[in-house]
């Protein structure tokens, strides 16, 4: 017969230790876990300790004086004296430390789905934050922190309108490649059920996860855009991803969306949209940018351009009537 | 008489969030354009506005009263801003044409 532990041996063991707690008191638990750990029949591991000494000259940054109970010097040799804990055998530690963020990182928010981060709050704290020396009050020198807040507020409206979820937002600067990434992800229905469910033409029952992320990024057409507000208003004019894919070719950036059995994007040097199925099916959408951050100036012509480019400013439009 | 709207006393200097847009432009511009010979929407203190807000509160208040449109004026736009702007008026302007509105000519 094996020696090693089955669920049957593992549910005596355990009820037998919870025995020694409830009815006879720790010193029980205690003598039942020294037993258990001469017998070798059980390997404890410890997966959440924390290792800190207070009367270091620096401090630490938890636990706060005044808690007592907590502040005094627990380091490895503290922890293997601990009568009670004998029976752990291996811990492991984390090497973790909360501290202000000072600017570095912004902790992750939902988006969307009732007490989420406003569209305005998300865009411009982590714009804030990967471009921390930006002179908002100079074009040609806010072009990033511009082009950030822009493009992750359109997202994080799509993941409001479309997502039926909530969504989270990530961002990264790498000074290696030069490149800011972004991505936005919801758990939501999809694109493809978008269509479907918000009764669109576009819709059909052949349409593909791939066709439908296509679709998505055709300016003017939206899974909602032939729907109504309590106000009258159109729901969406449909031109928010096909402005953000316009953006990252007009800087030479990347774009990524990602649905259901499909990931629809395209890489530096080619505008072509290139389709590639996926092996294991995503729920909801993922959507996700780069740009690097060198080639990024004055966000108004770079917006122009990408709106001319996909015929949403249309060249030689006067306006100029309309301005004081 | 004119109805003048300063956006960034509701909004701040970013204007993001399309929702907000169209509750915004039902409670305060929507009732009064009638009463209004000019209507004003003033974007001075606004350094930047995305396309979802921009075609919330101007595509979608040009398609939903075309009457609007010889009246519509739009101050204190930075560069940005003003991209965004120009962009809604063509995208109202373009739905008033498809349903053939007589107002864009």
């Not at chain 1, 601990?82 to 939902?110: I, K, N, Y």
């Not at chain 1, 998505?216 to 031109?239: F, Q, Y």
């Not at chain 1, 649905?259 to 993922?286: C, D, I, N, W």
């Amino acid at each position: 017969m094996s020696s090693g532990p089955n669920r049957r041996r593992f549910l005596a063991i355990t009820a037998q230790t919870v025995a020694g707690v409830t009815l006879s008191g720790w010193n029980s638990a205690h003598a039942v876990a020294q037993d258990l750990s001469t017998r070798g029949a059980l390997t404890l591991i410890d997966t959440h300790t924390h290792f800190y000494d207070p009367a270091r000259p620096q401090g630490v940054p938890w636990p706060p004086r005044d808690e007592k109970r907590l502040s005094r010097t627990v380091l490895p040799k503290d922890y293997q004296t601990l009568p009670v804990l004998r029976p752990v055998t291996g811990t492991v530690s984390e090497e973790f430390r909360r501290r202000d963020a000072g600017g570095r990182f912004v902790e992750l928010r939902q988006i969307g789905g009732g007490g989420g981060a406003s569209v305005t709050e998300l865009a411009t704290e982590i714009a804030d934050c990967l471009v921390p020396d930006a002179n908002v009050d100079d074009p040609e020198e806010s072009g990033l922190f511009d082009l950030l807040q822009y493009a992750l507020s359109e997202l994080a409206n799509n993941v409001i309108q479309h997502a039926k979820a909530p969504g989270f937002a990530m961002a990264q600067y790498t000074a290696r490649t030069d490149l800011i990434r972004l991505a936005i992800s919801d758990h939501g229905i999809g694109v493809l059920a978008s269509f479907r469910e918000n009764g669109s033409a576009h819709w059909t029952p052949q349409l593909s996860d791939a066709a439908a992320i296509a679709l998505a990024l055709r300016s003017k057409v939206s899974s909602k855009s032939h729907l109504t507000t309590p106000w009258g208003d159109s729901v969406n004019a449909g031109v928010g991803l096909t402005l953000l894919r316009a953006l990252s070719a007009a800087t030479g950036g990347e774009f990524l969306l990602a649905s259901g059995g499909a990931v629809v994007g395209f890489r530096t040097g080619s505008g072509e949209l290139r389709t590639t199925p996926l092996q294991v099916g995503f729920r909801g959408t993922v959507c996700a940018m780069a740009f690097p951050r060198a080639k990024i100036k004055n966000f108004a012509d770079l917006l122009h351009e990408a709106k001319e480019s996909v015929g949403l400013l249309p060249s030689g439009g006067d306006f100029g009537k309309f301005f004081s | 008489m004119s109805l003048l709207i300063q956006l960034t006393s509701e909004f701040g200097d970013f204007c993001a969030d399309g929702a907000k847009a169209a509750e915004f432009r039902y409670r305060v511009i929507d009732p009064f354009v009638q009463m209004h010979e000019q209507v004003v929407l003033d974007f001075g203190g606004v350094r930047s506005m995305n396309s979802s807000f921009a075609n919330a509160l101007i595509a979608n208040l040009i398609s939903q009263h075309p009457e609007v449109l010889p009246k519509l004026r739009f101050s204190g736009c930075n560069a940005r801003v003003r991209v965004s702007v120009e962009s809604a008026l063509a995208l109202g302007m373009e739905r008033l044409r498809e349903r053939g509105t007589a107002a864009v000519a």
